[in-house]
């Protein structure tokens, strides 16, 4: 199993009394070239999870291990290493590219310590950036220059350009448009399939993840509630919390969600509806 956490439980303290368990007991893995999806409205703890793995927070308690290694409370040399092996991808591509810097730049720094000379780290940038539809020119733009959907294109190509054996996406489409979100989509899968990549896919939209996913982990309230290969998930959901994930994704039909929300309204009129996003595009390809 490439990655393997076991009980995982991440608290975190305010002042001395205030204890705010924002995952608790959680357990989950990751094969090698598998696509899972933890899902669950905001707040449930899906981000902390990614975040405990790259370990950007601490950890209370439970083990993450990755290729067999336990990185639980890795160093900063550790982690370092890693990075060849384990990459993320924001919801902000900001968060990975330098506003200042070239894209030639941000492309090339994770092959500095590669022993690579300068024109072939060069070379290796100019053909990522055709990889992911981008062309060469852009080697020499700043993530300004770009549109949303293309920063994040950028922001994938640097991720992979350490060539990982897994990347996290945290929310890696929210923000985007339903067009640009299939095309990012469909350039995964590919990736996927031509990296031999293992991605761990952190989001709320359930149809983004119906058409990406090969498993779906269900977090709720900092627990997993319910697992399972996505199309056993989606068509005989066991627990109501992922009935309701379920029954809340809208329409395109106006009418349709119109008539739906009405219903759902009477239904649960003492509680809030869950709300989800939009429809994918039909067309959008599935897992590979």
Do not use: W
């Amino acid at each position: 199993m490439l990655l393997e956490v076991d009980n995982l439980t991440v608290e975190f303290h305010h002042g001395r009394r205030d204890v705010y368990c924002a995952l608790n007991d959680v357990s989950l893995a990751v094969d090698d070239n598998e696509i899972v999806a933890v899902v669950g409205e905001s707040g449930a703890g899906k981000s902390t999870l990614g975040r405990a793995v790259l370990g950007l927070v601490p950890v209370t308690s439970g083990t993450i291990r990755f290729e067999g290694h336990d990185i639980t409370h890795a160093s900063h040399e550790q982690r370092v290493e890693l990075a060849s092996s384990l990459q993320v991808v924001f919801q902000d591509p900001n968060s990975s590219l330098n506003p200042s810097r070239m894209i030639r730049s941000s492309l090339a720094e994770p092959l500095l310590h590669k022993g690579l000379t300068r024109p072939e780290m060069h070379q290796r940038v100019l053909a990522m950036l055709e990889r992911i539809g981008l062309g060469a020119e852009a080697a020499d733009r700043y993530p300004r220059q770009f549109s949303g959907g293309q920063r994040q294109r950028v922001a994938i190509a640097r991720a992979l350009m350490a060539s990982p054996r897994l990347v996290i996406c945290d929310e890696a489409l929210s923000g985007l448009d339903l067009s640009v979100q299939a095309q990012i989509i469909n350039l995964l899968l590919e990736l996927r399939r031509e990296f031999e990549l293992a991605l761990l896919f952190i989001g709320h939209d359930l149809n983004v993840v119906r058409h990406l996913a090969q498993r779906v982990f269900v977090l709720r309230n900092g627990q997993i509630v319910e697992s399972g290969p996505t199309e056993q998930l989606f068509s005989h959901p066991a627990d109501p919390y992922t009935v309701k994930l379920i029954e809340a994704i809208p329409v395109l039909n106006p009418r349709i969600e119109r008539a739906r929300l009405a219903e759902q309204i009477v239904n649960n009129s003492t509680e809030p509806a869950i709300v989800t996003s939009v429809e994918m595009p039909v067309g959008t390809k599935g897992p590979g």
